[in-house]
């Protein structure tokens, strides 16, 4: 299970940092764009179950996508704060999995999470997809 989460954050942190759109109108949005484009600190951080750190890149993806051009900004935001929402998932389910008190409240809510999100991939998918198109597009970049 945690696997399958720590799988699709990757996906979706890929979805989102390798988007780059590099008109006239984008250009710094594009450089700060490319300055983020690995992300290796946040794919390390969920490797290595370092959830803060995580969590703060996760949050330093979630200002880029805000700063994002208008035809991509609200498709970028869903799929940052997806980014989010998985490493608070990982962090919870990862607390669970340590804590040996009734753990039945946190159990809960971390499948709540778990459902909300998967309810949401589809979703994901068709948004990861318009951006890709648009900078395909409208900057040359294949994704």
Aim: proline fraction near 1%; charge should be negative; aromatic fraction near 4%.
């Amino acid at each position: 299970m945690t696997r399958w989460y720590r799988r699709a954050a990757l996906t979706s942190i890929a979805a989102c940092v390798l988007l780059a759109g590099c008109s006239n109108a984008t250009e710094e949005f594009c450089d700060d764009l490319i300055k983020a484009k690995d992300l290796t600190s946040l794919t390390d951080a969920i490797q290595d179950k370092d959830f803060k750190a995580a969590a703060a890149q996760a949050k330093e993806l979630r200002q880029l996508a805000d700063n994002a051009p208008d035809a991509v900004r609200s498709d970028m935001q869903e799929l940052a704060r997806s980014v989010q929402e998985i490493v608070e998932l990982l962090t919870k389910d990862e607390a669970q999995a340590s804590v040996s008190e009734n753990p039945a409240d946190s159990t809960s809510e971390v499948e709540q999470l778990r459902n909300q999100l998967n309810s949401r991939f589809d979703d994901l998918d068709r948004r990861s997809a318009r951006v890709s198109r648009w900078t395909s597009e409208k900057c040359g970049v294949n994704l």
